[in-house]
């Protein structure tokens, strides 16, 4: 199960061959500048090996995203979540900094918060975003999420929840 492709992206599943693309995107600082730190390439193997169990778990996770000509751009999709000690669908993206800025993570943010809706069915989604990371938050916005609550996450860190109930697909 994918996101529809958008005007200007589309979705498959990470693969071990995606390793130097991913380990390029989450070990850059500026990527990951509200993350504890960059992650090594190991770290990026182990990413992509957590969302391809959860393809298999629940047929979904985060997905590569290209543009249509083929062009990487990030990571976007849908992965469980605890806040609070209760599970919550999250979206979650990824863009490299040079792309940042151009909507990409809007339009696939829309596309994952349509599926969710659509196949997946749930009837809530959220997106949990370090405090200071404005964009992310404005992502959050534009796909019609509100600040819901301010949470901590297990190591203690804060972190801001935002969320939306979803009304299913036609």
């Known amino acids: 199960m994918l996101p529809a492709a958008t005007a ?4 498959r599943e990470m693969t071990e ?3 130097d693309a991913m380990a390029a995107l989450l070990g850059d600082p500026a990527v990951m500048t509200y993350y504890s730190a960059p992650k090594t390439r190991e770290q990026a193997l ?4 957590w969302n391809q169990a959860n393809y298999a778990a629940h047929g979904y996770g985060l997905w590569l995203m290209r543009t249509r000509d083929g062009e990487f751009v990030g990571d976007c999709g849908l992965t469980w979540q605890r806040v609070g000690g209760t599970p919550m669908l999250e979206v979650g993206y990824h863009v490299r900094a040079a792309l940042q800025g151009r909507g990409y993570a809007t339009e696939a943010a829309a596309a994952c918060r349509d599926l969710a809706a659509g196949s997946i069915g749930v009837d809530s ?8 990371n404005v964009a992310s938050r404005r992502v959050a916005e534009k796909i019609g999420m509100a600040h819901r609550i301010d949470d901590r996450s297990p190591s203690g860190e804060l972190r801001t ?6 009304q299913p697909s036609p």
């Open 8 to 11: 200007r992206l589309c979705f």
């Open 17 to 19: 061959d995606d390793l």
């Open 46 to 49: 182990a990413w992509i090996t």
């Open 125 to 132: 989604l959220a997106a949990i975003i370090h405090p200071q």
């Open 161 to 166: 929840v935002m969320g939306m109930r979803l």
